[in-house]
């Protein structure tokens, strides 16, 4: 059977959790509303600079790589290919995926 939310607890603490032996702490998990369009405020992350690199690379390679092709400048195209590749093979050294919440 559903558990359900006793209404004076704070944190939205479920009824009968303590012997469910869950968790050491006693204190409530955060209490996130369910109801569409109510703020909730998380924790501000933007990420390590050595991201912010790899990614700038990244992306500087591919206009500039865009670009070339446009124009026809296949130097240009090559160059921008390495450099986008080069801030690849950071992205992967750094772990980049590992950087969000």
Do not use: C, K, N
Not at 28 to 45: C, D, E, I, N, R
């Amino acid at each position: 059977m559903a558990e359900h939310v006793e209404p004076g607890t704070a944190g939205g603490a479920v009824a009968g959790a303590g012997s469910l032996g869950a968790s050491a702490s006693t204190e409530p998990a955060p209490f996130v509303s369910q109801v569409p369009g109510t703020p909730v405020h998380f924790p501000h992350f933007s990420g390590r600079p050595v991201s912010w690199v790899a990614v700038s690379m990244i992306l500087v390679g591919f206009l500039a790589g865009g670009l070339a092709l446009v124009f026809v400048i296949w130097w240009l195209f090559w160059v921008s290919l390495g450099f986008a590749v080069l801030g690849l093979l950071l992205a992967m050294a750094t772990s980049i995926f590992d950087d969000w919440y």
